[in-house]
Structure formats: C-alpha cells, structure tokens
C-alpha cells in the first residue's frame, strides 16, 4: 500500500512493537495526533534513525545529493505504478522504464564487487514462473542498508546531468581511504568489471528520458 499524497510505501508493522494492526502511528497524545505506539506508549520516530554504517566507496551525502538521490526514489515510486516521471533520467524510454535500468545498474555494481547475494524469492512467485531465475531481478531493496543507499546514490549521479555534479561528489572505489576522484558516468564505468563496462557504457551513453 502506497500513499497516494507522496507515493511512498507505508509501513505494514510499527516499528517500536512491530505489531500489525494496532494502530500504533495514529493515537491522540494531549489534544494532538501523534505518531505513538499504542502497546508500549513510546513516541515513533516516522522517518527511521540516522544510518550508522558509513557509505561505501567514500561516498557523502550532502543537501544537493539528498536532493538527487530524493528525486530519483520519488520517479521510482512513481515508475513502478506507470505514471509520469518528475525528472528526466539517462537511458529511461518508453520501452526501458527507470525500475529496469536501476536493475541494471544494481546487478552490474554487484558483479563488479563480486556480490551477489543467494535469491530467496516466496514460493508462491516461483511457481507462477515458467523459468523463475531468468524472471529474477536484484534490486537495492534486497541489499544492506548502506550498499542500497551507494548504489541508488551512485545511480542518481549517473542517470542525471554529470555536470551538476562536476567535482562535487568524490569517490573511492577501490576503497583506498583517499576519496580524490570524482565521480561521473565516465568514472563510474572505468571502475566497472571488465565484462559488464561495455553494459554500463551503453547506459551513460543513452539519451535522457522520453
């Protein structure tokens, strides 16, 4: 279930009790509604603690990334339900929707980083697929919380105009502790694995969405 004002996922459990059901998000606290757990009484913080795990690749994120990497969850949110993107992104068509070219870039940075975490899909999808593996995509939701912010942040930058970010973002990408390089379509495929860069290259090289 999405929000239909700012097309996000909403929570199915809350996350102080993790009980479903209970109405935890909405009880009336001095004349307000507030965001409280209604099993233990304690005040929910509804958008999620700081990450504590440093971003791969020496990545940062300031305002102007948070922007980006915003702009890019809103248009994916908006692209896996069919409507209008708000922004336009490297590679997207008509035929090649934004999810598809995050699934992309997703599986090639974990080819590149020799990562590939075992598949564990619900029974019920597999046997709805005649070859269930070939049906299979990787997406940033399946990978720890830091990796999916680096990649959806490595994607916001090389899906989108690469001279906003001209020596703004710098990277690591053999994790040197010597973030100098920044980051740019061009950088970004020079670092791929040799098998996947003429791929990668066939992304940055796209034109912008249509």
């Not at 940075?109 to 070939?134: C, F, G, H, N, V």
């Not at 959806?152 to 990277?171: G, H, K």
Request: contains cysteine; aromatic residues 8%.
């Amino acid at each position: 279930m999405t929000c239909e004002r700012h097309r996000r996922v909403l929570e199915e459990a809350c996350p102080r009790c993790n009980k479903i059901g209970k109405g935890c998000l909405f009880l009336s606290d001095k004349g307000r509604v507030q965001p409280l757990c209604a099993v233990k009484g304690d005040k929910i913080n509804l958008w999620g603690d700081a990450l504590d795990d440093q971003l791969p690749w020496g990545l940062t994120i300031d305002r102007t990334i948070s922007r980006c990497v915003n702009a890019l969850s809103i248009d994916l949110c908006r692209s896996l339900v069919g409507q209008t993107l708000r922004a336009q992104w490297r590679g997207v068509s008509r035929e090649r929707r934004l999810t598809t070219i995050i699934e992309e870039l997703t599986l090639i940075t974990l080819i590149t980083i020799d990562y590939l975490p075992r598949p564990q899909p619900p029974l019920y999808w597999m046997l709805e697929q005649s070859d269930w593996k070939a049906a299979f995509h990787y997406t940033p939701a399946m990978l720890p919380t830091s990796l999916a912010t680096g990649i959806i942040m490595l994607a916001s930058v090389v899906l989108s105009d690469e001279q906003f970010f001209e020596e703004l973002v710098f990277w690591d990408p053999l994790e040197s502790q010597i973030p100098n390089e920044p980051l740019t379509p061009e950088t970004y495929v020079m670092w791929l694995h040799p098998k996947v860069r003429s791929w990668g290259r066939q992304i940055i090289s796209a034109p912008f969405g249509v």
